[in-house]
């Protein structure tokens, strides 16, 4: 996979703790595009997430970069309003020095380049984004050079996958002339027109 050390996941992450500001306490109990997540279990992920490639991107490697997505339920940090929008944005800062895409380094118990993890960040917080976004009933444009990036390596999976396989489970047929955002989606195993139960 090409490096993309250039990849500023500042703009992304600004998005993504923007979504998480705009979620009402009445929907934390909602689902989500995710089966197993609540609104509440998302955002925690996301706080989980945001630790662990921060510390996966300063080669701080131990607790937050060891356990495996989904082994534990996602916990929801006390004043979570403004943890989340702290982690992100440590997160963006610390892959903003170019040694973190450089060498070898872990994120959920995995070993993997550098390059590899910053680009992975990225599609955490583009789909995750969308998943939130999409659960709260807000509107929602990532960053263009994050979405790029998330779309590539979520196809490259796939075809490496091959038999309609994706990085996330099965991809959900969408058309080749669908904008961007809903092919990326599509390929992480999502459906594009998913909304929230009761959602006008």
């Known amino acids: 996979m090409t490096s993309m050390t250039d990849l500023d996941l500042g703009p ?16 934390l109990a909602g689902r989500t595009p995710c089966p197993e997540y609540a609104v509440t279990d998302l955002l925690g992920h996301l706080a989980g997430l945001s630790l662990a490639f921060r510390d996966a991107a300063r080669k701080d490697l131990g607790p937050s970069t060891a356990v495996p997505p989904g082994s534990t339920r996602p916990v929801l940090p006390a004043g979570w309003r403004a943890e989340l929008p702290r982690l ?17 380094t872990r994120a959920g118990g995995v070993d993997l380049p550098g390059d590899v993890a910053g680009i992975v960040a990225a599609d955490e917080l583009v789909i995750h984004g969308w998943d939130l976004a999409r659960a709260t009933g807000q509107a929602y444009a ?11 390596f979520l196809l490259a999976a796939a075809e490496e ?5 994706g990085l996330f489970g099965a991809a959900v047929p969408v058309p080749e002339r669908a904008p961007l955002l809903d092919r990326t989606v599509g390929l992480s195993g999502r459906d594009p027109n998913w909304t929230a139960p009761g959602a006008a």
């Open 142 to 152: 990532p960053d263009p050079a994050a979405l790029r990036a998330s779309h590539t």
């Open 161 to 165: 996958q091959g038999d309609g396989g």
């Open 12 to 27: 992304q992450a600004l998005i993504v703790a923007r979504l998480a500001a705009g979620v009402p306490e009445a929907r």
């Open 88 to 104: 992100l944005a440590e997160l963006a800062e610390a892959w903003r020095d170019p040694h973190a895409w450089t060498g070898f």
